[in-house]
């Protein structure tokens, strides 16, 4: 079998793969509205396996697999992320404070200034 067969064949199958992951999601939807009623584990049950099956089916095809491998390598790179100590956290957190008041009070100097100015050119004596 030739790479291009396997590729038409893995992407028919992904296709299917995806028309049965969604109607399994839209039949857990439909479970919720169905199961109104009824015990609220054993509509939680339903809903969470049907939800399982669906993103289980949907993991299994080629764009899934690669979604999935990103999330780990995400994962990975998220762990070696360099996070502030609470002291680095709380002084940033200060200036920033300090940065915003100052230029809140620069800003509304200015629209004062500019509310004075414009009254005086539009105040008809």
Known sequence: MSVQEQVETSSSLD???????????????YANHYLI??????????IIALVAIGLGIGFTTSKGKAGLAFAKESRIEARKVVWPTRTETIQTTII????????S?????????????????????
């Not at 009623?37 to 339903?46: E, H, T």
């Open 15 to 29: 296709k299917i793969k995806w028309v049965l992951s969604a109607i399994t999601l839209a039949g857990a939807v």
């Open 96 to 103: 920033i404070i300090v940065a915003v008041s100052i230029v």
């Open 37 to 46: 009623d009824g015990s609220v584990l054993i509509r939680a049950a339903v």
């Open 105 to 125: 009070l620069f800003l509304w100097g200015i629209d004062a200034i500019l509310v004075k100015l414009i009254s005086l050119l539009t105040v008809r004596g």
